[in-house]
């Protein structure tokens, strides 16, 4: 039967196990550094104790045990033994540097600095241990596996704690580490924590699905045996020789199934897994295409993994099919090593036969863009909800025109996929086409979509954006640009404030500068330069006579004379301010998919108004033409490069519209009608009058309404005059 590396707590462990299990699969280590570091970690923990009762010094021993199951080098499963010594012994990293060497000793220090950090709240310490996490991550990946390792035992071992304890550290574990072996690829160790974080955090799931598992374990291992037997037979009918494993599913992730298609567990079909293991990628397709003509497949099931690897450089088929006496079974087909990078993910990098460094492993791109991210936020609740969200494997892969793969998060959008492209592409974007057909930003992505991004010069990211984004990539670039928009407009206004009231005094913000009359306000408020300050004026932090009265040189001027004009530069400025932080949707009279700041205008063949059922679409240089929904000037090719827009309700401005009038023509017509108009609380914008041969009058006026439901009252009104014949809008 298939089994993931079996991790399970070790009482008896001792450094002869540790040394018999690394000479298994490394026989040329130096067995007696690694006997060294066992002896110095037990002796600096000494008369120490788990919570089980237990000596500490079996915590490190699993710990490396677990590392050495992952196949990782010697270094690294000595840095597992010495691991808590520095945080919990004393000793320091020198003295760990100088007994084994530098590498061990980074990594020892990378662990220790994940946690040895004391913050005003459990919270707070949480997150910037998660911060120091993706720093030490981006050094080198080692230090997380043996985080990993650290955190699967103290799973393994947590009924020993306070029940309120449990839940907290297995949410935890849940929330980042499950993600993070998910990210790296180590399945095993992902599965196994799962499993874990359900036990204690919903003991009574947990224990109803061990029961029913429990239940029909020998019928399950005979349905297993049978099946295995099975595809063997019909691959050697091919002539190919395969490995061909079997077993149940994780508890977690038959809880999945059952939460997310609302069923109970007799309702789950799909409860087993098999895995064949081929010697290189072509048996691999060999081997799928007779298992899809044994048996039949299940549509929409089928996932390539070979032709597009995930991100974590995870490769397999993914197949489900209908297996003997008719049960739902998944398959996975992949070769030998794939099985091993599956299993072990990142760790399998680290050739221990080569004794390649940190250094010399393969860098990930997203743990990159992590430690950008922990660069440019400030805020460490916004920081772990990107840390929960972008380490999440569920995602999509999605097509360049050029035919490149991008892989985007799960619901990510073609906003997403222009930042993922290039900031700029982002920046600019203003619809895309996915599949040929364009679509708005806040389409939600498919895998297999092939998407180009339509960008405009014009284009600018706006606050709204921050709704449609998903990665943290792309709401990180948003920010940056909203940041800088009104870092630049605070700065501009600032300026211009404190420029007015030093005019007043007879100086100006250059002269102040040049007598070095700043430095003192500048040293006490930790201001750097005249730059912040403007910016810090503009928005609202400072006033002109905060400014005024923190110099010396301007607040003795200031005293001296009583200069009425400074009230009303403070009533300037304070206005100006609140002006700058006050963020409206009443620039336009239509939100495109979201958004109400994108360039817009109203076709003129139709002018809608508000009320009216609309249609936008994009025009090249010139952002989105707004249409009726019934105009006849909306062709096919039109239709082709819709994009969705609504009225804004937050905008109260009138729109022009044209109506015409046919009346009976008769002398002071005109005049009625405009005085019935302009009775309505209705403006004229103009009028056109015509006599027609049949002794009737068309008048066609331009006026101005707020939306739909006005026009109607006015058009009502000119309908109820006698003399008139018919209204009709234009």
Request: net charge neutral.
């Amino acid at each position: 039967m298939y089994q993931n590396l079996d991790f399970s707590h070790e009482r008896d462990l001792t450094v002869d196990d540790l040394v018999r299990r690394v000479e298994a699969y490394y026989p040329d280590a130096n067995f007696t550094m690694l006997r060294k570091a066992y002896l110095f970690a037990e002796k600096a923990h000494a008369g120490q104790k788990r919570s089980s009762g237990e000596d500490y010094i079996i915590h490190p021993m699993n710990v490396a045990a677990t590392l050495i199951r992952l196949h990782m080098d010697l270094d690294t499963i000595m840095a597992g033994l010495l691991h808590d010594v520095v945080e919990d012994c004393g000793i320091s990293p020198q003295e760990i540097e100088k007994e084994f060497n530098q590498g061990v000793a980074d990594l020892v220090v990378g662990l220790t600095k994940i946690s040895k950090i004391k913050f005003k709240s459990k919270e707070e310490s949480q997150i910037e241990n998660f911060r120091k996490m993706v720093v030490a991550m981006a050094k080198d990946l080692r230090v997380i596996i043996v985080k990993l390792a650290d955190r699967m035992h103290n799973m393994r071992t947590l009924q020993y704690v306070s029940d309120e304890k449990q839940k907290k550290i297995a949410q935890e574990t849940l929330d980042i580490y499950v993600p993070l072996a998910s990210r790296l690829g180590i399945n095993s160790v992902k599965s196994e924590l799962e499993d874990l974080c359900l036990r204690f955090l919903k003991p009574e799931i947990y224990y109803r699905l061990a029961e029913k598992v429990s239940m029909k374990k020998s019928e399950r291992d005979t349905y297993i045996r049978e099946v295995i037997s099975t595809i063997k037979e019909k691959l050697l009918e091919y002539s190919l020789h395969a490995e061909v494993k079997g077993r149940p599913k994780h508890f977690y992730s038959i809880y999945k199934k059952m939460t997310s298609r609302g069923v109970d567990f007799e309702q789950v079909q799909d409860l087993l897994a098999f895995r064949i293991i081929v010697g290189n990628i072509t048996e691999c397709y060999k081997a799928l295409g007779i298992i899809h003509s044994s048996f039949t497949p299940i549509p929409g099931r089928f996932k390539d993994y070979i032709a597009i690897p995930k991100v974590n450089n995870y490769q397999s088929l993914h197949t489900s099919v209908i297996g003997p006496r008719a049960e739902r079974i998944e398959i996975q087909i992949r070769t030998t090593e794939m099985d091993e990078v599956a299993e072990a993910g990142v760790a399998a990098h680290w050739k221990y036969k080569e004794g390649l460094a940190g250094k010399s492993a393969p860098k990930l791109d997203w743990v990159q863009e992590l430690l950008e991210y922990n660069k440019n936020s400030d805020n460490n609740r916004e920081f772990l909800d990107v840390i929960k969200n972008d380490i999440d494997l569920d995602g999509v892969f999605v097509f360049t025109p050029k035919g490149d793969v991008r892989e985007l998060k799960y619901g990510a959008t073609p906003l997403d996929f222009a930042y993922e492209i290039h900031t700029e592409v982002g920046h600019h974007c203003v619809g895309a086409k996915v599949n040929g057909k364009i679509v708005p930003l806040r389409h939600i992505l498919k895998s297999g979509d092939s998407v180009e991004i339509l960008t405009s010069k014009t284009q600018a990211p706006t606050k709204d954006w921050l709704n449609i984004a998903k990665s943290s990539k792309a709401r990180s670039k948003i920010k940056q640009w909203l940041l800088k928009v009104e870092r630049d407009e605070n700065r501009e206004l600032g300026r211009d404030i404190l420029e007015k009231a030093f005019k007043l005094l007879g100086t100006n913000i250059k002269s102040l500068v040049k007598k070095n009359d700043f430095k003192e306000f500048f040293d006490e408020s930790h201001i750097i330069d005249e730059e912040e300050l403007c910016v810090l004026v503009g928005s609202g932090k400072y006033s002109a006579k905060d400014v005024i009265s923190a110099i010396p040189a301007l607040r003795d001027m200031a005293e001296k004379q009583v200069i009425p004009e400074i009230e009303e530069i403070e009533k300037y400025s304070s206005e100006m301010t609140k002006n700058v932080r006050k963020k409206t949707h009443g620039d336009n009279a239509v939100i495109v998919d979201g958004m109400s700041d994108v360039m817009v205008r109203m076709a003129k063949c139709c002018n809608p108004i508000p009320g009216d059922t609309i249609v936008g679409f994009i025009t090249r240089g010139r952002g989105i033409t707004v249409h009726k929904g019934d105009c006849n000037r909306v062709d096919a090719e039109t239709l082709l490069r819709t994009i969705k827009v609504s009225w804004n309700k937050g905008f109260n401005f009138t729109h022009p519209v044209s109506v015409r009038v046919m009346t009976q023509d008769k002398p002071g017509i005109l005049s009625l009608i405009s005085k019935t108009i302009n009775n309505s609380g209705i403006n004229i914008r103009s009028a056109m009058a015509k006599s027609m041969p049949d002794r009737k009058g068309s008048f066609i006026f331009e006026i101005e309404v707020k939306d739909y439901s006005e026009l109607l009252k006015t058009i009502s009104s000119i309908e109820a005059l006698e003399e008139v014949i018919s209204v009709t809008r234009v």
